[in-house]
């Protein structure tokens, strides 16, 4: 969190053995028994240790659980103290059900959809999701391409959130890089994920100040309209 990124990210991969992941700083894997309090617990400790922004301000935790079944291991991340807890739509048989597990626990609830996962299920829970995360990759594998009709559903997805009139993030996950960070951004994305991205470069803050570079570019049309003014 010290490199400057704006919250901290875990991920649970499966029920178990499970690997997790910071998106600022590798951290150790930890043994525990799926789907336990403590497990909870214990990844969360090692993902606060971390999570802190250059003031020393506590950064919001991130937990994304890409695990079947998920209702338990969901309200134990939030009874622990995660911030955001999400989930995808295949991992539940009751959606609706599991977003009320997560909020009555005090924690914001996030909905997950993979490449080829249609957002229809938003419509019945648009007025109770506090994030949509948009997967730009298979879940699982690490190092994968962005997926281009990622920008189209954030569009999509985008779109959906402006006519609920809520506050609601949209979040996306999977190689997003410096070079496409912007395009990203511009199809309605305001909650970026990167792992690869920046753990496949030497340095870490670098790369995280050229990502925030690329996000605070004036578009083209704005520069064409600031040049037209100069004139």
């Known amino acids: 969190m010290k490199s400057g990124s704006g919250s901290a990210h875990a991920q649970l991969l499966r ?6 992941r910071r998106r600022t700083r590798r951290l150790p894997r930890p043994k525990f ?17 971390h999570a802190i922004h250059p003031d020393g301000a506590p950064a919001p935790i991130d937990v994304h659980l890409m695990t ?10 939030a009874r622990a103290g995660a911030d955001r807890v999400t989930f995808h739509v295949e991992a539940s048989t009751h959606v609706d059900r ?26 019945w829970v648009i007025d109770k999701v506090d994030l949509i ?23 999509a997805a985008r779109d959906i959130i402006d006519r609920s009139q809520r506050d609601i993030r ?14 990203v951004a511009d199809a309605g994305a305001d909650t970026i994920v990167s792992g690869s991205g920046i753990f496949g470069t030497p340095d870490y803050r670098r790369t995280i100040d050229a990502m925030r570079a690329e996000l605070f570019r ?12 100069a004139r």
Do not use: C, W, Y
């Open 133 to 155: 995360l948009v997967m730009s990759v298979n879940p699982g594998f690490p190092g994968q391409n962005f997926i281009p009709s990622t920008l189209q559903k954030l569009r």
């Open 218 to 229: 004036p578009a083209r049309s704005e520069t064409k309209i600031a040049s037209a003014h």
């Open 170 to 183: 949209l979040e996306v996950d999977g190689g997003v890089k410096i070079a496409n960070i912007r395009a």
């Open 15 to 20: 029920a178990a053995p499970a690997t997790t």
């Open 68 to 77: 079947t079944p998920v209702d338990a291991l969901a309200t134990a991340f």
């Open 33 to 49: 028994h799926p789907g336990s309090a403590q497990t909870a617990k214990r990844i969360l400790s090692l993902s606060i240790r």
């Open 98 to 123: 599991t977003i009320q597990l997560i909020k009555a626990e005090g924690a914001l609830a996030g909905l997950a959809f993979d490449p080829a996962t249609p957002l229809g299920a938003l419509e």
